[in-house]
């Protein structure tokens, strides 16, 4: 649809929810009729142009201070926002969107760093499985006492080898099943969570594996 027929339409109220809100979700909706339903006074269609990757820097800017929290944590899962918006939204006193920014795979690292001392273990989970987050704070989090920081580090496809190692032989059963079903883990680690004394354990290390395994196959072939 053209921008002028769009405009056309809209205007007259002429266009269903359904064709609004897939037009706001288009990756190849053009920037000028994203600009337009960002300004939509239903709440839901701002937020699907809040996530949209197509969206301008200067429609997320704007939107980032929307009045509603559905809106403000699209912004903030938005791969394309700028550092000063998600530095600015990870302040907010909003837990929901300060773990959607922790979960944003372009979020700094200095970001990533402050939030890994939240006071919700929630946002810390994030942090621990942002592949963005530094080795330091990983090995860090690997070592909590809580098991849930424990099983996100372990599924983190950039925990390095020593890491998964030290997790494959958690005493928590859940960080050894992240481990399991981590596709990076080297093959010797899943090897010996095949015989975890926890069958869901096991099948899910024998799986990742023949996954692995399946993957180097494909790759060979392509050479």
């Given at each position: 649809m053209v921008i002028r027929e769009f405009?056309?339409?809209?205007?007259l109220g002429t266009l269903n929810s359904c064709v609004i809100e897939t037009?706001?979700?288009?990756?190849?909706?053009?920037?000028?009729?994203?600009?337009i339903?960002?300004?939509?006074?239903?709440?839901?269609?701002?937020a699907i142009v809040a996530y949209n990757l197509n969206t301008p820097i200067e429609v997320l800017k704007i939107l980032s201070k929307d009045r509603y929290q559905v809106v403000r944590c699209n912004v903030a899962n938005n791969p394309r926002t700028p550092v000063g918006v998600l530095e600015r939204l990870s302040k907010s006193k909003n837990y929901y969107i300060r773990d959607y920014i922790a979960n944003n795979i372009n979020t700094p690292i200095?970001?990533?760093?402050?939030?890994?001392?939240?006071?919700?273990?929630?946002?810390?989970?994030?942090?621990?499985?942002?592949?963005?987050?530094?080795?330091k704070i990983l090995e860090k989090l690997s070592k909590s006492k809580y098991s849930l920081n424990r099983a996100y580090v372990a599924e983190n496809p950039k925990a390095p080898t020593k890491i998964l190692q030290r997790?494959?032989?958690?005493k928590d059963e859940n960080v050894r099943y992240a481990v399991a079903e981590n596709v990076n883990a080297?093959?010797?680690?899943?090897?010996?969570?095949?015989k975890d004394k926890y069958y869901y354990v096991g099948v899910k290390a024998a799986e990742t594996l023949v996954s692995k395994r399946k993957d180097k196959c494909r790759t060979s072939k392509k050479k």
């Open positions: 405009t056309f339409q809209y205007a037009m706001a979700s288009n990756k190849r909706t053009s920037k000028k009729i994203l600009e339903l960002s300004k939509d006074v239903n709440k839901t269609v701002r200095e970001i990533l760093k402050k939030l890994s001392k939240d006071e919700n273990i929630s946002i810390i989970n994030s942090v621990a499985s942002n592949p963005n987050t530094p080795l997790l494959s032989k958690d080297p093959e010797n680690i899943l090897f010996n969570l095949i």
